[in-house]
């Protein structure tokens, strides 16, 4: 169908907004004279063509993606709170993409809404259309790059106002087997009568997390109760929709694995990709500004109100301790893998010995850098550097936990790795306190001795550490303590375990 028109004198045509015009396929201009464009107030300027907005007879009107798990916000804070699960709903069914969003909790959802498959899956969804016009036609999809075609589908003739499903299969995988992250990946829709002539419909957009294998969902740390406000919600492994009784994943462990994991194509590649950034101190959530910390407000020593310990926490509060930052690490290459990850991952611990010299000096704490030694003195902390570069973390412990991954270290704590592997747990330990510890303190009551200054607990004022009394602090300004630090060969003076996870 075409249609041709003849002028015989001029053509002025003048709108009150804008005038666009679409065309399926070239669009040429010609002039027996001369041909003059003119952009009074922002020029004349030649851009990337946009699909039209769909005037044919079909609306493209709802899609859900085929994936095995969805996405839920960090935050979410039971599996009954749908505003925090990113599916949307319409007549009790749920999608990946409306045209019109008529849930009130799905009106600040993300836009592009969050989506994944593994790189090993076909892509398959089902569309819905509405008919404008009785016409039976032929509708293809194809993303912008031209990596995933789906195969075409035949829309039979129905009423006007009838909606019809149709589901699409992509059975190419153009990147199995490696981790992709699209912030803004687009879907084009096109539909042909003919088979022959094909008219822009509509393109849609996702956020789409593609994981290299089928996630390890199953392997994710588990966190333990504190105090009777903990829920199996909070603590749980697996997170539920209650809605569609669907498995949703956090959407940071995918958004940190798979934008900074992007294009790895092994478990060694992800750990490093990954700690990469990482080690930047500066991590920040998926859907949530600024940076994790590290025992930081309710996870702090002065003020420590965490009613539950474990991955889960971290995230959702976006701040917590040791033992949450390396199994987030873990957790989040586990995500990416169901098999890559099995039995590759320590949980390597260590605490000073508590022994007591001849002295009675007892090994009571260490300190990680960076610390002045003033012998007998107390030390004084000059420099704290971990998780959140703005923030004062505590920076001496009687117990630490990081991780042990392919004979090297990565503490996500403090950012650190080793640059090679080691023999031995006990090689490993020397290099690591070589690096992240300015000395092992040993201390001890000297009644005859005057009075010093305690040990400054830089992140409260007026607080001072307890060095005798794991995680406590006092008021108290100034004690008859005596100090004498270990600097050189710190490995001798720390216990270790190494736990497999």
């Known amino acids: 169908m075409g249609k041709e028109s003849y002028i015989g004198g001029d053509y002025i045509e003048t709108t ?4 666009k015009v679409f065309a399926g396929k070239s669009i040429v201009n010609s002039s027996a004279d001369k041909f003059a464009q003119k952009g009074k107030e922002k020029g004349v300027s030649y851009n990337v063509s946009a699909p039209p907005p769909s005037l044919g007879s079909l609306d493209l009107i709802k899609i859900k993606i085929n994936t095995t798990f969805d996405i839920c916000h960090d935050e979410v804070d039971s599996f009954s709170e749908f505003k925090n699960f990113w599916v949307l709903e319409d007549k ?12 009130a909790d799905d009106k600040n959802k993300p ?45 039979p003739k129905k009423n006007k106002d009838e909606e019809h499903e149709l589901t699409f299969t992509c059975d190419t995988k153009p990147y199995k087997d490696t981790v992709q992250y699209f912030e803004n990946f687009t879907l084009n829709f096109e539909y042909s009568e003919d088979g022959t002539n094909w008219v822009p419909m509509r393109s849609v957009k996702f956020c789409f997390y593609l994981t290299i294998g089928n996630p390890g969902y199953d392997q994710l740390s588990p966190s333990s109760g504190r105090g009777g406000e903990y ?12 809605a569609n009784s669907k498995e949703s994943i956090l959407e940071t462990f995918l958004y940190l694995g798979c934008k900074f994991g992007k294009g790895s194509k092994n478990a060694d590649e992800i750990m490093t990709n ?37 991955v889960r926490y971290l995230i959702k509060y976006g701040e917590a301790r040791c033992g949450e930052w390396s199994s987030f ?19 390597f611990v260590i605490f000073p010995t508590g022994t007591t010299d001849s002295s009675g000096y007892k090994n009571s704490l260490f300190l990680v850098k ?32 990081f991780t042990k991954y392919g004979n090297k270290y990565f503490d996500p704590s403090y950012g650190l790795t080793s640059a090679t592997t080691f023999a031995n747990d ?69 216990s270790k375990q190494v736990i497999p996870n």
């Open 111 to 155: 836009d592009p809404l969050p989506i994944t498959l593994a790189s090993t899956d076909n892509f398959v969804l089902t569309a819905t259309f509405k008919t404008k016009a009785p016409m039976a036609c032929k509708i293809r999809i194809k993303d912008a790059n031209n990596k995933y075609v789906f195969k075409e589908q035949q829309h």
């Open 370 to 401: 960076e610390w002045t030694i003033k012998d007998p003195a107390a030390p004084v902390d000059i420099k704290q550097k971990a998780q959140d570069l703005k923030n004062v973390p505590l920076n001496l412990f009687w117990d630490h936990v």
């Open 274 to 310: 990954v700690f990469n950034h990482i080690k930047s101190l500066n991590v920040e959530r998926a859907r949530v500004k600024g940076a994790m910390g590290y025992w930081r407000n309710t996870s702090s020593l002065h003020a420590s109100s965490m009613r539950y310990r474990g």
């Open 231 to 242: 829920t199996a919600e909070d603590g749980n492994r697996m997170i539920i929709n209650k």
């Open 426 to 494: 006990d090689a490993l330990l020397k290099d690591y306190s070589g690096k992240a510890l300015s000395g092992i303190l040993y201390g001890k009551i000297d009644p005859t001795n005057p009075v010093i200054d305690a040990i400054i607990y830089k992140p409260q004022a007026g607080k001072y550490i307890e060095p005798f009394n794991a995680y406590s602090l006092t008021p108290v300004q100034k004690n008859n303590y005596k100090y004498k630090t270990v600097v050189t060969n710190m490995q001798k003076e720390l």
């Open 329 to 347: 690490l873990q957790d989040i290459c586990k995500i990416q893998s169901d098999t890559l990850f099995g039995g590759k991952f320590d949980d």
């Open 16 to 19: 009150g907004g804008d005038a």
């Open 92 to 103: 009790g069914k749920y999608y990946h993409w409306l045209s019109l969003r008529s849930n």
